[in-house]
């Protein structure tokens, strides 16, 4: 393996969509990692819609990537050298790696550093359905949702990493499930392959029409991954004490001024309705419980996912641009390589 670590550092900040020019790739030695630390080879690295806030520079739930850093991102690597006594070279691990071949890290389950694969499990379903955007679903459906069975629950970008996951859970939950999702293709993937029990295209079809035919008795539980008008069409038609489950707003991330708030917001008052945000940090403590759990619903068939793997060093930036445009389904991943299967174990 080469010495040299490649890597991608933001360069300026998106003003809009997010262009590979933004972004500027440059060669560096590897680094060395110190006593308590890892050296740890990347092979799959994740995309996520809130990467495009940490390209803001604005207080969030962490810290912007500053200009000239390294893009974070959460990533499964192998261990090339370890320097910490629980870490041998050759073990599978996952932690916030970044857009580079290689990184130096402690060892543990702080946000700066790296857990291990667990045995029998594919790397890449601990960025996915066993990661953060599985955990993600498990948690806002259950503690923040609470459906109960023969409620209504509606997941906008259900065709996506997290919303498929969640919508799977309340089918589970004996829910009836409906998805948005955009386009006949993944509307179909939904229905067919999620189970859930109607799909919305909000591509191609009037998604508050829709909303009154599929939910005549109104949404109980909406899990909102995308805000915008389609949180607008929500409100309008929920359930008597409903609960709203602001998982994101993909809908807006890439907006150069920000949208008018939802102008139905008073439904909340008069459906006596409740609407709460989330962050999947707030969970991190219960993450094995939502991992074993997820991880028997997998092996089980009750659970399916989807994985759009990308691959090539070159085409990282732009494989975060395919959560905007709608071109992947399921989770977005980019492979940099496989396994060294004589270390492996």
């Not at 500053?66 to 910490?84: N, P």
């Not at 359905?129 to 609470?146: D, I, K, P």
């Not at 991954?225 to 389609?230: L, T």
Request: hydrophobic share 40%.
């Amino acid at each position: 393996m080469s010495e040299t670590n490649r890597q991608w550092l933001l360069k300026r900040r998106p003003v809009g969509r997010v262009e590979p020019d933004d972004f500027e790739r440059r060669s560096v030695p590897a680094p060395e990692p110190a006593d308590g630390e890892l050296l740890v080879r990347n092979l799959w690295l994740s995309f996520d819609p809130t990467q495009r806030g940490w390209l803001q520079d604005r207080p969030s739930y962490l810290p912007p990537v500053q200009i000239g850093e390294v893009m974070r991102a959460s990533t499964v690597g192998q261990v090339v050298r370890s320097r910490h006594p629980d870490f041998e070279a050759g073990e599978l691990v996952f932690g916030l790696g970044g857009w580079q071949d290689l990184f130096s890290c402690p060892g543990g389950s702080g946000l700066a550093g790296v857990r291990k694969v667990p045995a029998g499990v594919p790397p890449s379903w601990l960025l996915g359905v066993l990661g953060l955007t599985g955990v993600t679903a498990y948690f806002g459906l259950l503690e923040v949702g609470r459906p109960q069975a023969g409620q209504t629950v509606l997941v906008s970008a259900a065709a996506g990493a997290t919303g498929s996951v969640a919508g799977q859970i309340a089918r589970l939950q004996g829910c009836r499930v409906v998805g948005i999702a955009g386009g006949p293709d993944k509307c179909r993937w939904v229905t067919e392959r999620a189970r859930f029990d109607a799909c919305i295209d909000y591509k191609h079809d009037d998604v508050g029409k829709r909303l009154g035919e599929l939910c005549p008795s109104g949404v109980d539980v909406y899990f909102d991954n995308v805000g915008g008008p389609i949180l607008e069409a929500v409100l309008d038609r929920l359930a008597l004490r409903a609960r709203i489950v602001l998982c994101g707003s993909i809908a807006s991330y890439n907006d150069v001024e920000p949208r008018p708030g939802p102008r139905n917001l008073s439904n909340l008052v008069v459906r006596r309705a409740r609407m709460e945000g989330f962050l999947v940090l707030d969970y991190l403590a219960r993450m094995e419980e939502a991992v074993r759990e997820l991880l028997g619903w997998v092996r089980a068939g009750e659970i399916v996912h989807e994985e759009d793997i990308q691959h090539g060093f070159e085409n990282i930036p732009a494989t975060l641009n395919r959560l905007f445009t709608g071109e992947n389904l399921g989770k977005q991943l980019l492979q940099l390589g496989e396994p060294e299967p004589e270390r492996v174990g």
